[in-house]
């Protein structure tokens, strides 16, 4: 966990380290810091406050995707934007929490990014995502439903999520999803997002 405020971190660490299941490894105040002991440590998963000293919170979160490519990040911020999400998407991030979120929310996006999910911050995915968000253009000669698809995904929505909310089944989200991706030629969530972002998807969501 990373946070350069000592009551944060040393409060958030236990009660992370009071679950069963999962386990603090280390603690850093900054991004230099981190980056060295996540070296040694190799963690799973590194919760990320964005707003540090130096070296701020998004950009060590790329400069991890970059050096561990294997370890998921999670932003945890007290900015509420969807300018911020965006960027920590882009970045890379696989989850994003705001401070002001139970413990529980918190716990939750670890075990959704350890299980391979994203996970973005219901306070805030009810601000950025409506009807109206669907994406315009047509890059790839992808139908409406593919395009909101991607969309969604590249928002950190796993596919339970998007079966959910565009009222289909998860097998249909999955042959959007792939049908979607072979087209673009897309192999990963990361590739996924620098396209949506490059494209203007995400900029262009409704605040």
Known sequence: MVDDHPIILSGVGAMINSQEDLTIVGLAGNAEDALEGIGKALPEVVVVDISLPGVNGVTLIERLGERFPEISCIALTGHEDPGCLRQVLAAG???FVVKR????????AIRCVLAGDNYVDPALAARILSPRSAPQGDPGNLSERERSVIQLVALG???KEISSRLNLSIKTIETYRTRATEKLELHSRAAIVRFAHSNGWLAELPV
């Open 93 to 95: 991030g696989r989850g």
């Open 101 to 108: 979120s139970t413990a529980t929310d918190l716990l939750q």
């Open 157 to 159: 929505y796993s596919n």
